[in-house]
T-cell receptor, first 116, second 114 residues
């Protein structure tokens, strides 16, 4: 049981290049999330998904796109990277919420992305 | 919108002593959940403790306990018998009872000294 995994762990991009971050979970969670972590700002939600084939915008969605074609995978894409997207990116997953359930989110190890 | 505030950017504690990390939040909801996550230098986010707003009893997990003051919207974390391995960033987080996203505070960096 690997939990939540992220690929790659590190990446350096030049301004304008594109890339996709892959998140995979083997816990059969319905919900998946992408966060970014910047110094002094905690984690901020980029996009999330409440099920296969669904996506929704979070707090800071601009410049990112996501897809959830399979329940276990959640992809984060940067079409034209900018230096402001230099950050550490975390993927997380959880069971569905509501009905009094307070399931916590399980996090991947993070991806450090640098855009020069 | 909900906000989470951690007013202590850094804290320090001696090994074996007790330390309390502060967290306040703002919400108009009655059904919600609060969490403390630990982020060691490895960068991995680890759940430390969870509190349901409808429960009056404070959550406890071994050396970690919370002081949940619902009326004051305060959710502090107490670490007893501090160990070197407790050194990390600690994040307080809020989740609505019906929504899925977490709102994080800015974190408190805890140093543990000999």
């Amino acid at each position: 049981n690997a939990g939540v995994t992220q690929t790659p762990k590190f990446r350096v991009l030049k301004t304008g290049q594109s890339m996709t971050l892959l998140c995979a979970q083997d816990m059969n969670h319905e919900y998946m999330y992408w966060y970014r972590q910047d110094p002094g700002m905690g984690l901020r939600l980029i996009h999330y998904s409440v099920g296969e084939g669904t996506t929704a915008k979070g707090e800071v969605p601009d410049g990112y796109n996501v897809s959830r074609l399979k329940k276990q995978n959640f992809l984060l894409g940067l079409e034209s990277a900018a230096p402001s997207q230099t950050s550490v990116y975390f993927c997380a997953s959880s069971y569905s919420v509501g009905g009094g359930r307070g399931y916590e989110q399980y996090f991947g190890p993070g991806t450090r992305l640098t855009v020069t | 919108a909900q906000t989470v505030t951690q007013s202590q950017p850094e804290m320090s504690v001696q090994e074996a002593e007790t330390v309390t990390l502060s967290c306040t939040y703002d919400t108009s909801e009655s059904d919600y959940y609060l969490f403390w996550y630990k982020q060691p230098p490895s960068r991995q986010m680890i759940l430390v403790i969870r509190q349901e707003a409808y429960k009056q009893q404070n959550a406890t997990e071994n050396r970690f306990s919370v002081n949940f003051q619902k009326a004051a919207k305060s959710f502090s974390l107490k670490i007893s018998d501090s160990q070197l391995g407790d050194a990390a960033m600690y994040f307080c987080a809020y989740r609505s009872g019906t929504a899925s996203k977490l709102t994080f505070g800015t974190g408190t960096r805890l140093q543990v000294t000999l």
